[in-house]
């Protein structure tokens, strides 16, 4: 075949692909929705939230969206209902070839189990109040406090970010984690600790300069309570820099 020929032939070819993939991407763009699918990354996280969950959630607040042709779906629209689930961040949505809305999360991950009078919920990486879940429960510090007000009040606020960050700090620190069964919260902001061994109680004070707090926890620990024996002491005192005060037992 001679080369001008083999050049036609070559752009014929490109052109009818061209056409083909134009005409594929026309009709489907007036398909209908043909379904959700949803994958969320759970990281090292129990799951708290299912797909079934999240697809519900898309169709109520949408509620023509299993009607509209592919054309029709605003991705963006999607992904900020389907934030609506308090469990998910991180959420995209795209229409995969088939016409299928695909949502892609990640689930958020507790860091607390906060009890506010007869209610319970989580608190997260963000500082984000969670419900709790029927699916499954995380194994996570307990955290409770003087709390007056609601939720959304000024004080309270600031008493859960104190929470937060102190939970916060335990999460991301394997060797304190263990330590720590529950934090309790006052009005003021200063935190008290129960620890999972002994009986006594810690007062971390304010939820600033956790590392040097713990370390001198931890040195308390390792040197001075084994020689002092565990039952010694009812308070644990790291309110004061680079100190540990301790209160014996009456």
């Known amino acids: 075949m001679k080369r001008p020929a083999k050049i036609a032939l070559i752009v014929a070819s490109v052109l009818l692909l061209t056409i083909l993939v134009v005409v594929a991407n026309v009709m489907r763009s007036h398909m209908r929705v043909r379904g959700i ?36 779906v605003d991705c963006r629209q999607v992904a900020r209902e389907a934030l609506h689930v308090p469990f998910l961040t991180h959420v995209s949505a795209t229409v995969s070839v088939s016409g299928k809305i695909v949502i892609h999360a990640t689930q958020r991950h507790p860091v607390a189990r906060l009890f506010f009078g007869n209610y319970e ?8 109040i969670l419900p709790t879940s029927e699916l499954g429960e995380c194994n996570v510090v307990v955290a409770s406090g003087d709390f007056v007000g609601r939720l959304s009040s000024d004080t309270v606020k600031a008493q859960i970010q ?39 109680i810690i007062e971390l004070g304010d939820a600033e300069g956790l590392d040097s707090k713990f370390a001198d926890l931890v040195a308390f620990y390792h040197n001075g309570m084994p020689r ?23």
């Open 121 to 128: 919920y989580y608190i997260d990486l963000e500082g984000h």
């Open 162 to 200: 104190s929470l937060w960050k102190v939970a916060l700090f335990l999460d991301s620190h394997a060797n304190y984690k263990p330590l720590i069964d529950q934090l309790y919260v006052h009005r003021n902001g200063e935190v008290l600790m129960v620890p999972k061994v002994g009986d006594q």
């Open 228 to 250: 002092a024996g565990w039952n010694t002491y009812s308070k644990i005192s790291l309110k004061f820099k680079g100190q540990v005060v301790c209160t014996k037992r009456e």
């Open 37 to 72: 699918e949803v994958e969320i990354n759970y990281g090292n996280t129990p799951q708290l939230v299912d797909q079934r969950v999240v697809a519900d959630t898309l169709i109520s607040r949408i509620p023509d969206l299993m009607q509209k042709q592919v054309r029709q």
